[in-house]
T-cell receptor, first 107, second 112 residues
Framework: KNEVEQSPQNLTAQEGEFITINCSYS?????LHWLQQHPGGGIVSLFMLSSGKKKHGRLIATINIQEKHSSLHITASHPRDSAVYICAGEYGNKLVFGAGTILRVKS | SQTIHQWPATLVQPVGSPLSLECTVEGTSNPNLYWYRQAAGRGLQLLFYSVGIGQISSEVPQNLSASRPQDRQFILSSKKLLLSDSGFYLC???????????FGEGSRLTVL
């Protein structure tokens, strides 16, 4: 069965903290996506990666193919980073989504 | 640049009434189009996707249907809404199947 699991489900951090969100998946994905859903509901794509590491501003995404695991890191977190972060695995021509991690960054 | 719009943003409908949500993409041709639903507190569920005009794939059997009358237009419909149809509906497009997704603003449906 194609599955994507995220942890933690909820995360509260103080402004400035380094944040890590984890994503595990079953064998067979061709790429891993990280998405951000804002409190209003809009979703934006953050990263799509199949190996190694990608960085955009304070966001870093890594993937370990052997361990079937990906992480999303946020450095120097800020209250505006508060959102739901979703990972999704590409299985064939379908995306399978994790349940999401609700992040709240307090000032 | 490419943009995607969907409407209406919010609607409240009685049980048994019809539904029509519309989505249009601009700035690209032959996009793959998707309708997702997000129930309260739950993850994204793929409802339909389309790789071309008139080509619709259904992922979840239910009382919803989708149509693609034009290359960059995707419509989600129902003849009779159920309470369980309440949720947040998102249209999205990608160049590759599945590929990086670009989402519309979402439509929040409440069925009473």
């Amino acid at each position: 069965k194609n599955e994507v699991e995220q942890s933690p489900q909820n995360l509260t951090a103080q402004e400035g903290e380094f944040i890590t969100i984890n994503c595990s998946y079953s064998v067979g994905i061709s790429a891993l996506h990280w998405l951000q859903q804002h409190p209003g509901g809009g979703i934006v794509s953050l990263f799509m990666l199949s190996s190694g590491k990608k960085k955009h501003g304070r966001l870093i995404a890594t993937i370990n193919i052997q361990e079937k695991h990906s992480s999303l890191h946020i450095t120097a977190s800020h209250p505006r980073d508060s959102a739901v972060y979703i990972c999704a695995g590409e299985y064939g021509n379908k995306l399978v989504f994790g349940a999401g991690t609700i992040l709240r960054v307090k000032s | 640049s490419q943009t995607i719009h969907q409407w209406p943003a919010t609607l409240v409908q009685p049980v048994g009434s019809p539904l029509s949500l519309e989505c249009t993409v601009e700035g690209t041709s032959n996009p793959n189009l998707y309708w997702y639903r997000q129930a309260a507190g739950r993850g994204l569920q793929l409802l339909f996707y389309s790789v071309g005009i008139g080509q619709i794939s259904s992922e979840v059997p239910q009382n919803l249907s989708a149509s693609r009358p034009q290359d960059r237009q995707f419509i989600l419909s129902s003849k009779k809404l159920l309470l369980s149809d309440s949720g947040f509906y998102l249209c999205a497009w990608s160049k590759r199947l599945p590929g990086e997704l670009f989402f519309g603003e979402g439509s929040r449906l409440t069925v009473l």
